[in-house]
Each structure stands twice: as C-alpha cells, then as structure tokens.
C-alpha cells in the first residue's frame, strides 16, 4: 500500500470518522481508467456500436472488440475501460475519437451547465484539455471557448489535445489569470476554474504526488486558489455560472476557499457543492462548487462583453492560395469551404505563414500570448498552401473530394509514416481510419505521400 504522510492521515481521521477505514482500504486497490467519447466526431450510441459494451462482449465481432466499457454515471458519454484494452495505443486515440480521463474529473464540466447556444466559457487553467475537450463538445462548434494555461509546457500539450480532438471554436493562451482579467472584464458567460491543488485525491493514481505533499503547500494552494477565484469574478458577466474544482480532499483547499469566496462577494449564490470520495465511487478523489452571479446591481462600468477593438481580419481574397487548396480538395458543401458569406462573423488570422480561422466574436488578442487563435488551417509557402495536420483531424470524408479509409493494420503504417501505393487522382487526401480522419497525404503518381506529422510519428 502507499506511505501516506503521517499528518495527512491524522487529518483524514477527524474529516472522516465513520468511513476512515474504508477510506483508507481504497489505497490497496486499483486505479479505474476511463475515456470520454468525442461527439464532435461520432455521437454515444454509434461508438457504442463500434467498440461494444462489456455486457455486449459476446455479441462483438473480433474486428472491433478492442474495449470493454461501463458508464461512468455522473458523465453522459464517460466510460470505464479495462486497463488491458490499452485504448491509448490505437489509432482512435489519434484520430480524436476519445479522450482518456481519470472518471472523476469528468464531473466539474457537468455542473458549468454549457450548451450550444453561442456561449462565450473560459477555462482558466485549462492543461492537459480533458475538461476543456468537454466544454467544447457541450458547446458543439457554437460560441467562443478560451482555454488558459500559464506553464509553457502544459499549454503546448493543451493546444495539441484541442487539435486532436478537432474543437473548432477554441483560443489557447498562455496568459496569467490577472492579464486576462484586465483585458476581458465582465465578458464571460461560463467559467472553469480546475485550481491546480496538493492533489491528495490523486495519491492513489499518482504515488509521486505523495512525495510533493506538505502542509505548507496546502496553504499555499488555497492562498493562490482564492487569488484565481477572485479574478474569474472580474471576468464572468452578471448571470453567469463559476465551478471551481480541484482534486483534493483538503477542506481549506475546497470548502474553506468557497465560504472565503462567498463572504467577499456577496453578489454570489452557492448552487451546488459536491465531493468523491475514492472510497465511495469507481474512481479517485474530487470536489467541485457551483456558484451563480446575481445580476443586481449591476454598474454601468459591468457591461457585459468583450472589450476593445477586434483583430482585423483577412479577406479571402488575400488568400490565394487557401482559395486554390480548398476548391481542389474540400466539398463545397463542407462546414469549412469558406465564401464571404460563410465567413459570417468568423476571423481569418494570419500568425507568420500560418492561417487561422478565428471563432465568431473573437475579441481583440494583440498583446496575448496565444497559441491557437482558432483553428489552424494550414501555412502559405512560396506560392502553395500546405493544409495542417489540425484542419485534417477537424473534417469528415464528406467534407473532401478525395479520401481514402484504411484498416487498422493499415493506420499503423500510416503513423509511423509509410508511403503506400493509391488509385485516382493526384491532390490532397483525407486518409482515416474507419471513417475517422488521421491526417493528410498527398497522392502523386500513383503514390500516396504521408504527411502525418513527423513529432506524432510512431
């Protein structure tokens, strides 16, 4: 079993007198593992019917029997796997089809209630994009979703877990909380604050965790989480939903900042507060608040909305090149064919030679630093457009003149990078798995050349 720290467990002791034992017991067992289906890519029963249930088991044909899932119950589309199945391994996995997630972080992003009305949510430590991923799918392609990470390193595995998963509608930044909140007062309709904590509720799954606990941290944390709370303030209109969650048993951490929180602005109701307990559930530790933002009294310098002035955006009449690429190789019925028309609010962003497609009501972002403006369509090279590996995972085969669907055996060698033979056309193509999109290649002769990435390349 694992060495708790002698204080953590005194403490855990008087928080949880009747249920210590089992509390305690629940280190002797095994973590759960878990995934959360990509409905930007296919909706819930069709995965089902693709990977099968393990009570479907039996009925399963060997081609697709590669999971054995269970409803993770406080998250639509959550599923428990068998830490056999490996879902990590497979091309789905790069393909977007799902999202591997500890089953109990899935239960901040059902409180923030987020739909496809045209929100604008903020995810203010956003890394490694599980939750964002989840917010995305609520919001179903509609509204604006910012999603922050201040550490270098986490906010490029950010990005490049938005881009897996194909989310369209995102903005990544690497920002401190009190930047943006200077720069977007009152302009929020949702926001997540998932406070990076001491993390006891992870000491199980990760025993490293264990070795960086101390008191002193505990305060540290709460000090900062109150800091991180009170700038999500600033940032959410009147109306507006915060969840604050972390993943801590820690009442000073949880239920000491809350009441901290709601004694310092009292514009603020508590709707729901809810923990789990490793003990109790399939699944390691978390707590999470919800928290409403009365409208009264509202002052006129609260007005709701992004600030200042937009990005200018490109006409696609710049765009030779993207103008040429897309009617040589998407659909005209395709979401992404861009016309003047369709544009329809949406921003084209020039990053150096790369061309972004901003979301709609993209507010002004000179000055940010910004990963993802949107989504990344490709880089303009010496008079060609090279389409990016993220405009690949974001399209359907419907939506391209050209695609050709591998089996699994044959995505693997994709992966690794292999050039294989082809038939038709010279051009751009969407090369899948199973229908599901993995990247480009490029048919020449006869030829199809692989442009899946080379830093993916396994």
Not at 239 to 252: E, K, M, N, P
């Amino acid at each position: 079993m694992i060495k708790l720290p002698e204080e953590f467990i005194n403490r855990m002791k008087e928080e949880l007198p009747g249920d210590y034992e089992a509390f305690l017991n629940s280190y002797e067992q095994s973590s759960y593992h878990a995934l959360r289906v990509n409905t930007l890519k296919c909706d819930t029963d069709f995965f089902l019917s693709f990977f099968g249930r393990k009570e479907d088991k039996a009925a399963r044909s060997q081609e697709n029997a590669h999971f054995s899932l269970e409803t993770v119950t406080w998250e639509e589309g959550g599923f428990y796997y068998a830490e056999s199945d490996e879902p990590g391994r497979l091309p789905y996995h790069d393909a977007g089809l799902y999202y591997i997630q500890e089953p109990s972080a899935m239960l901040p992003v059902g409180l923030l209630a987020v739909d496809d009305s045209g929100q604008s949510v903020l995810d203010l430590c956003a890394a490694p994009g599980g939750k964002s991923f989840q917010i995305a799918a609520r919001m179903k392609g509609k509204g604006i979703l910012i999603s922050n990470e201040i550490h270098p390193g986490r906010a490029a595995v950010l990005s490049e877990n938005m881009e897996r998963m194909g989310v369209r509608n995102a903005c990544v930044c690497q920002e401190k909380p009190d930047r943006l909140a200077e720069r977007f007062p009152c302009s929020f309709d949702r926001i997540l604050v998932d406070a990076p904590c001491s993390g006891e509720g992870m000491f199980r799954k990760n025993p490293e965790a264990v070795t960086q606990w101390s008191t002193e941290n505990v305060s540290f944390c709460a000090a900062r989480q109150k800091e991180l709370l009170n700038r999500a303030d600033q940032m959410l209109k009147p109306g507006g939903i915060l969840v604050y969650s972390t993943c801590t048993f820690s009442r000073q951490e949880n239920e000491e900042v809350v009441a901290y929180f709601l004694q310092t602005h009292p514009d603020y109701l508590l709707t729901k507060e809810q923990r789990l307990y490793p003990h109790q559930i399939r699944g390691e530790g978390h707590f999470a608040a919800c928290f409403e933002k009365r409208k009264a009294g509202v002052s006129v310098l609260e007005k709701p909305g992004f600030p200042g002035k937009r990005s200018v955006s490109l006409r696609l009449s710049d765009c030779d090149d993207l103008m040429r690429f897309q009617e040589e190789t998407l659909s005209p019925s395709a979401d992404l064919f861009l016309t003047e028309d369709s544009l329809n609010g949406r921003m084209l962003i020039r990053f150096g030679d790369a061309l972004y497609l901003a979301p709609k009501d993209t507010p002004a972002l000179n000055g940010l630093r910004v990963l993802r403006p949107g989504l990344m369509l490709g880089k303009s090279l010496k008079n060609r457009f090279e389409p990016a590996h993220a405009l690949a995972l974001s399209l359907r085969p419907d939506d391209v003149k050209r695609h050709m669907t591998l089996s699994l055996k044959k995505a693997y060698d994709y992966r690794k990078g292999l050039t294989f033979p082809c038939e038709g056309e010279n051009g751009w193509t969407l090369i899948t798995v199973d229908g599901f999109s993995l990247g480009f290649g490029k048919s020449v002769q006869g030829m199809m050349k692989n442009h899946y990435p080379k830093g993916l390349r396994k």
